[in-house]
């Protein structure tokens, strides 16, 4: 441990989980290894020695971006481009309790389509999870659907997807979507919070194979996924009814979030969101009430949809075989 401390980096990857052998995705040039960490090629290798995942020949790897993206958020210099990237992607939870809670507008798109090179071979199959219609007070408006015969799977109810088959397949709409900040009456439940939130755990980006391991919470580590089976597991054992949901965040597009909703003891179905009360330790400013155990602070920019973690938002089932294309659009309208 001595050497660990000849460099911030190397600390901080004696605190992280890295990416295991069986998922390892050797997708970064050394040279770009060193740009997103901000650092010369000389602490690079001293990462290598210490334990940071590498293939190739010596001078000459590959990391996994994941591995790279992680040792930069947390790399606590504040020169990373990641730790800018991040802080610039999440600097409306700084925002006052207002105006996290205000209705906002935003435009929607969801696509998925066939990701062979070549196209598509007939009998291509789509499914497209929906926004929630009236969740949280929000509104699901003029929602379209391409291919135009998709569109007998779209009007409101309560289907949880939208299907259609072809090469691929466009769910567009209207979202308003509005905050709350109820108080947690159960104190069970605020327990539940306090002993997560002082767990000093770490948002780690995972692969998709990882993401909802809850058992990775009590190594000190979480995906949104895992952090919220985690915690719909120990409410469901003090009594609590819980249950994990999936959407998007207004922002976010690329990232589908993952929370928790639960029952309190009043009566009234509330949201925990457990990502951003891991976040919110690396946002300078971010609003406290984020981490505050006894608040069920639920943002206006969550968009739900009626599926738990472990669903897919989106697939694509072909002869081919590819992994699809998956694009989604989530941005405010002015």
């Known amino acids: 441990m001595a050497r660990a401390a000849a460099h911030p980096l190397l600390r901080t ?30 602490a ?4 290598v020695r210490h334990g940071l995942p590498a293939t190739g020949e010596r001078g000459r790897e590959r990391f996994d971006s994941r591995d790279i993206f992680n040792l930069a958020l947390y790399s606590g210099s504040g020169r990373t481009g ?19 809670i205000a209705p906002r507008m935003s435009r929607f798109e969801l696509r998925v389509s066939c990701g062979a090179p070549d196209g598509c071979r007939p009998g291509a199959r789509n ?16 929602v379209r659907a391409h291919p135009a015969g998709a569109a007998r799977n ?21 979202l308003r979507t509005v905050g709350d900040c109820p108080v947690l009456r159960s104190p069970a439940l605020r327990a539940i919070l306090r002993e997560f939130m002082g767990a000093e755990l770490r948002w780690l980006r995972l692969p998709e194979a990882m993401r909802d391991d809850e058992s990775l919470v009590p190594r000190g580590f979480a995906s949104c ?14 009594g609590i009814p819980a249950r994990t949901r999936i959407g998007w965040v207004v922002g976010l597009p690329d990232l589908v979030h993952a929370w928790v909703e639960v029952e309190d003891d009043d009566g009234v179905t509330k949201v925990i969101d457990p ?9 300078p400013g971010a609003n406290p009430m984020l981490r505050d155990p006894g608040l069920g602070f639920r943002t206006n920019r969550l968009v739900p949809t009626a599926l738990e973690v472990g669903a897919a938002i989106a697939s694509h089932t072909c002869a081919a075989g590819h992994v699809p294309r998956v694009s989604t659009t989530l941005v405010p309208l002015r």
């Open 13 to 42: 990857l004696d605190g992280l989980l890295v990416i295991p052998p069986e998922h390892h995705r050797p997708d970064t040039p050394r040279a770009d290894a060193a740009v997103m960490l901000a650092c010369d090629q000389a």
């Open 275 to 283: 990502t951003f009360v891991l976040l919110a330790e690396v946002i």
């Open 44 to 47: 690079l290798s001293d990462l």
């Open 225 to 238: 996924g895992s952090a919220s089976r985690y915690i719909a597991r120990l409410c469901r054992e003090e």
């Open 127 to 142: 499914t497209l999870a929906r926004p929630r219609t009236g969740a949280y007070g929000g509104r699901v408006r003029h």
């Open 154 to 174: 779209v009007p409101a109810g309560t289907a949880a997807t939208a299907r259609a088959s072809g090469p691929a397949l466009t769910l567009s709409a209207v």
């Open 82 to 100: 990641i730790e800018r990237t991040v802080a610039s992607a999440l600097r409306w939870t700084r925002s006052s309790c207002e105006d996290l």
